[in-house]
């Protein structure tokens, strides 16, 4: 089994800066993707961004230049780091990873437990 442990959520002041952490435990074979959702009181859980192996990114056009993805695939963590924060970032953060746990099988996908970001005005 795949654990993805989340920290460095909080609360925080429009314009602040924060940053998440993710690391992924167990049985890992590769992780190809690794990323960060989010999902806000109401609405559906949408995408953040993500990293490949390769250290290709993509991201949500509402945080291109404020958010900046990165891992250290040595260490199966990801990282977010949010600068600029407004109010309407507050959500909670998911961490997910496209996990192959043996090279004889496809990869599955796993989600971490969530962590709170507030974002005050």
């Known amino acids: 089994q795949v654990q993805l442990v989340e920290s460095g959520g909080g609360l925080v002041e429009a314009g602040g800066s924060l940053r998440l952490s993710c690391a992924a435990s167990g049985s890992i074979f590769s992780i190809p993707v690794m990323g960060w959702y989010r999902q806000a009181p109401g609405k559906q859980r949408g995408l953040v961004a993500t990293?490949?192996?390769?250290?290709?990114?993509n991201s949500a056009d509402s945080v291109k230049g404020r958010f900046t993805i990165s891992r250290d695939s040595a260490k199966n963590t990801v990282y977010l780091q949010m600068n600029s924060l407004k109010p309407e970032d507050t959500a909670v953060y998911y961490c997910?990873?496209?996990?192959?746990?043996?090279?004889?099988?496809?990869?599955?996908?796993?989600w971490g437990q969530g962590t709170q970001l507030t974002v005050s005005s």
């Open positions: 990293i490949t192996a390769a250290g290709s990114t």
């Open positions: 997910n990873a496209v996990v192959q746990t043996t090279p004889h099988f496809g990869p599955s996908n796993y």
